[in-house]
């Protein structure tokens, strides 16, 4: 069992995450194919992509964007809600780890994988309730977002480029990077302004990114409404499950393990 970090007082750690505005995403992907291009040539390369236009795709993606109806009548809308580590303060895929490959580090709050003492398990993915792992079944380990921490403390990039590739080339400006764990940053003040709330926290793992709602759901932000769509993105019933629980659990461990 992997231990975290100890925790600081309040007000006192760093806490990088994302802030992702539901509001103003168009679905475009382009952030989801900009952490691709970085990452696959960075930190975790590569990140493979076998049969991508095959019957069996398989690949490595640490930014994923679902697209659903979500409300009913008048106050339907299409939400795109992009999906990927939320950086969790009390992270289950840390806790679950056998040999420490996964661990948050104390400095910023990231969760990362040392690949190198990763032995490809996979208990980490079926912890995290939020399907934000990804395993590279070319070199048996995992692997996951890392906030792009090639990027953001390269200090051969300019000052004001220094963000995760997603935040840097989304075209709507539905992504934002920031310390949460500062009360008077950007973030946490956009968080406050547009009540902005964490994923599933009934959980209890404390995830840092957040989420703003669609401001025509508003009234229905949080555990219920539109909220309560988003968290069921990562708990939709399994296709098939009643032929049989050895197919269910199939298909758990490849969603589970993607």
């Known amino acids: 069992m992997t231990l975290l970090p100890a925790r600081k007082p309040q007000g006192q750690e760093v806490k990088l995450g994302l802030v992702i505005d539901l509001d103003t995403c168009v679905g475009c992907h382009a952030c989801a194919v900009n952490c691709k291009e970085w990452n696959t040539g960075g930190h975790s390369a590569p990140l493979p992509d076998n049969n991508p236009y095959g019957t069996d795709p398989n690949g490595v993606w640490f930014n994923r964007i ?37 661990y948050k580090r104390e400095a910023d709050g990231i969760v990362l994988v040392n690949e190198d003492a990763c032995i490809g398990c996979k208990l980490c993915s079926w912890a995290c309730p939020y399907g934000a792992r990804e395993y590279d079944t070319d070199a048996g380990v995992m692997k996951k977002c890392t906030l792009c921490i090639d990027r953001i403390y390269n200090e051969n990039i300019p000052e004001d480029e220094r963000v995760p590739a997603c935040v840097s080339t989304c075209p709507a400006s539905a992504r934002h990077f920031g310390d949460l764990g500062d009360p008077e940053s950007a973030v946490s003040q956009l968080v406050a302004e547009r009540g902005g709330y964490e994923l599933m926290p009934e959980m209890g793992y404390k995830p840092v990114n957040r989420y703003l709602p669609p401001r025509a759901a508003k009234k229905n932000q949080g555990p219920s409404g539109v909220g309560a769509a988003l968290s069921r993105i990562a708990t939709e019933d399994a296709p098939g499950a009643a032929a049989g629980s050895g197919k269910f659990l199939r298909w758990v461990d490849r969603v589970l393990s993607r």
């Open 66 to 102: 679902h697209t659903f109806e979500a409300g009913q009548g008048t106050d339907s809308r299409t939400v795109h809600f992009p999906r990927s580590c939320l950086h969790c303060e009390d992270a289950a895929c840390v806790t679950v780890c056998p040999t420490g490959a996964s």
